[in-house]
């Protein structure tokens, strides 16, 4: 077998180094939203971006354990109380292209429309009418807007607000909110999502796209393991009961 | 079904609230690892816990692709490209006793171990000198203690020096460094290893036991989220060879 | 790196081989169940036990939607409809002590306490007695008695009953008979549950103790296949809403 | 929360039913492969189809340590010996497009040229013809061919020829029959691997794509299951090491 080469970390007798860096020296000086960025862009955050990052985590954390990542996690845990790590990971396999994973396929988005309107002269916004043209002759959804629960997302506003006070609002964030805006002209109104603002901002700060879902899971685990502590410290094992309607063929007497 | 019932998360089309906060007031003003506390502990850490758990979670995050976590991560994004989320969560299932979960062990070793003590009048150093006696009795080994690689492990320095600047060293330190030299004098040099001075300092922050293997995940998923991109970005699918012998009975003419 | 060893199975570019046989051989020949048993106990079963062993799998498949493993893998395939693995994986994470896994720690009951028995020259049901003692002086709970739902399992008395007349019945099946029998004369009725059955049974066909947990994964992850792909073409996405009750700390004003 | 909807399995105080079914009947007549079919199709199969369904489920169970689902599942216990599900778990994650999940992927593929080329009354090789024109100028690779080790996969004959004997050939055969013949004339030979035979034997069983994963996951968790039992057996924690080779920024001097 050959050996497997990485440019993330190694370590040796005398040290560990990520991206070559020092760890001990970025224990004592970093922050691990600092850690985050270096791990991913291979270098460290300004200032700024290490405060829109933290936002964001914070932001994709938890809303409450109905949400399936969490109620995965718990049930896990209600089966499977020895393992914490199993419980966690069940709550990772809820998070997909339906539940904290429309981010990627938002930055995706984002990268080949301002991309190919770069190349065609394109502002943002331009670029962001072309995309609900496309969208609406596809007849598909748009990712990063709609919401089931808020009008306006009340992170949205909190997000981009900060990018722009931190000078980190770019391209990104002028797509999503043009793209907003057409979509409530042309469609109807669909107030953008937390995906959409994190797909924005992680775009601009130079992220690639599978990063909107590795984001929202780093985030969300902290919640993950929150709720596991709970369901094992308050609850009994097995309680969680679903009613159940059977519609299939009728049940042969025994 | 009854409501399930939680202290940690709400929200409604208002807001959404953690512990009772404000969750957009957190993003203005906290950092990711304020929110772990939080979720965690239903407090806000001092500057100097932030520090701390900064430095315990950056610690942990990643020292090489070879860690059977990271490995495994690996693996499944090599056979299995289009889950990032089934990637993380086969990394975090080989988180357990043998890796990086000592430190939940650890934990409860402290835990037990202090309050036994202290009904009997001991202290920290007494107490783990009871706990070398009982475990050479038992021919176990002592959770926290020893390491393959490291004599001395560099980051239980740093985190140690930190916990004490910052005032924040407690009967969880002075008992694991005070079982660290008992053990040396009794059975062999066994350095300290990172899950026990994770699990010192998680003890005098005032976590409970299980948060020991929590901590390690979530430090250890940011790693995981970037060795899977690098697997995606710079390899190819299946690429992951292995030398396998097979030892087993001769195989029969076909 | 050194080859990994294993007995298991072999390939080259002429054949596959599993435990020294031809696999095409055995596709011919074999069943499933047959197979099942080459891979883990490196012969292939007689007749009788090889009925017994699909019995034993098909009663521990699937009882209802509702079960943790069930549940858990439909919550992540609506979050995450796109990986098919993650939903099975999220499901078969439920199994623990609490939720199928009880077999495998009932299976290491058995082998000890006969193990024990025979030193001592006991009977199974001596056995059991004095299994019984053991458990009530340390206020445990007996793996494979008890059941939430039946007050007799109607999958036990199939199995113990195919079990004799495949003359396959030995000492694990007397042991549990006399547990069951003891616990109710001394503790209470606590009939035996397809646990406590699958762990009698595997013992008596020479399978080790964790083989009690894994057959029950194999069995079950036929349901949990059916369960996703239930879920996956009758419902939609994030279809799943739970009734969470919020006590903790009052939500601040936003 | 309204009641989830099923139609699989039920249960209550006297007995469960699958499909409709009487458990305790299936557990003394039918095999487990009997119940694969039932849980999918909600029929039982007959003879000739039980034979193939347990030749496919045995064709897939192992082939070696090596594969990417067998070692992550063996990484998993190494670090998390405690945690069977868990190691069964990572292995089932490493299932995918690229390992194991091309079957789903040909299954679609099958379905649509045949339902395509019936509105044009094509004839299944006619299908294929098709097929091979459109994946040539979309310059995709043909899902169901080519074999890393293979010339000729042995399985793919056995199954087959089973199929024939059996009286279960249908249209699913002659189309991947004729692509891979037109494959070998028109690109370059490409020998039908196992994914592509599964796939074209399930679809003239009455199998919807999916299932092509699905059948995949349930006869490799045999394998693991026995793979991961041997890593408990035979080796030690944390035994797999693994040469990494850092390429990445220089490390600082610390």
Not at 106 to 135: N, Y
Not at 215 to 233: C, H, K, P, S, Y
Request: net charge neutral; with cysteine; proline share 6%.
């Amino acid at each position: 077998m050959e050996p497997w080469r990485t440019a993330i970390a190694t370590s040796d007798a005398t040290g560990i180094w990520i991206r070559g860096r020092d760890l001990t020296s970025l224990m004592k000086d970093a922050t691990f939203t600092d850690l985050i960025v270096l791990l991913h862009l291979g270098r460290l955050p300004s200032p700024g971006e290490r405060r829109l990052l933290d936002a964001l985590l914070i932001g994709v954390a938890d809303h409450g354990a109905g949400a399936p990542s969490c109620a995965a996690a718990r049930l896990a845990a209600s089966g499977n109380r020895a393992s914490l790590s199993a419980a966690v990971a069940a709550g990772v396999l809820a998070i997909g292209d339906d539940h904290g994973g429309a981010g990627s396929n938002c930055m995706e988005l984002i990268a080949q429309a301002l991309e190919a309107g770069k190349r065609d002269g394109l502002t943002p916004a331009a670029a962001a009418m072309r995309t609900v043209d496309a969208t609406m002759a596809a007849k598909r959804r748009i990712p990063g807007l709609g919401h089931r629960v808020h009008t306006t997302d009340p992170r949205v506003k909190v997000l981009f607000e900060m990018a722009r006070a931190e000078g980190i609002a770019g391209d990104g964030i002028l797509f999503m909110e043009a793209l907003e805006a057409q979509a409530a002209k042309r469609i109807k109104t669909l107030p953008m999502n937390i995906d959409g603002a994190l797909a924005a901002i992680l775009h601009d700060m130079g992220f690639p796209p599978p990063a909107g879902r590795f984001m929202f899971i780093i985030g969300r685990v902290a919640g993950l393991t929150a709720e596991v502590a709970e369901e094992l410290a308050r609850e009994k094992p097995m309680r969680i009961k679903f009613d159940v309607h059977y519609d299939g063929p009728a049940p042969e007497s025994t």
